[in-house]
């Protein structure tokens, strides 16, 4: 019995060694198949063009004109930043960079009596930039003196305001603040005013 199994060593050692061999040459293939996974499959969306910003417009404020624009806050998460570009002639040159979610910028590097365009274009993470914005023409002018005597009185609950202007045809905005000092960009009243007074309700 002994020798027979000494026969028998050989041809199960071999048939053994030839199992060890095989067995990495399958496993190996199912284990690159693992590490590696399926890849998701490749998008074009990220390479579209993105939305304009729209709605630009502007305010003169003392010596620096403040830009405004609008943008949909669903697609804001596909831009990296908002373009600023400005022209004082034929060419649109870059002015500055803003954040994704800005709808604002402020420049006060400007001249009296000197026509300027803006327009603002949005772009993504890609580099791929939108449409233009609509085209703002300003020419900053000296401002007129501002209004005089202001004082105020409370009629039914109603809060009035009134002023003597410094002019003949002025228009005039009122804004309001609960901080000294502070106060933002758009007026209470929802139109230039041609008269020397407001009616405000009284809080």
Not at 12 to 28: E, N, Q, V, Y
Not at 46 to 55: D, H, N, Q, R
Not at 159 to 171: D, M, Q, R, S, Y
């Amino acid at each position: 019995m002994e020798e027979m199994r000494r026969i028998k060593t050989p041809a199960m050692i071999g048939k053994l060694c030839r199992s060890l061999i095989l067995f990495p040459l399958i496993i190996m293939p199912l284990l690159l198949l693992a590490a590696c996974g399926k890849k998701s499959e490749p998008t074009l969306k990220e390479y579209e063009k993105p939305a304009p910003p729209s709605l630009l417009r502007a305010i003169h404020r003392e010596e620096r004109i403040i830009l405004q624009w609008s943008y949909p806050a669903a697609k804001e998460s596909l831009l990296a930043d908002f373009v600023v570009l400005k022209s004082s002639g034929a060419e649109f040159k870059q002015l500055a960079h803003t954040e994704k979610n800005k709808r604002s910028y402020e420049d006060t590097d400007l001249e009296k009596d000197v026509n300027y365009r803006y327009k603002i274009i949005a772009r993504n993470f890609k580099g791929v930039y939108s449409a233009d914005s609509n085209i703002i023409d300003i020419r900053l002018l000296t401002p007129p003196p501002p209004p005089s005597d202001l004082s105020f009185a409370i009629k039914n609950g109603t809060l009035v305001l009134v002023w003597k202007p410094a002019a003949e045809g002025l228009l005039h905005n009122v804004y309001k603040s609960f901080e000294r000092g502070q106060y933002g960009l758009s007026p209470v009243n929802s139109s230039p005013i041609s008269g020397s007074s407001f009616n405000d309700a009284f809080n």
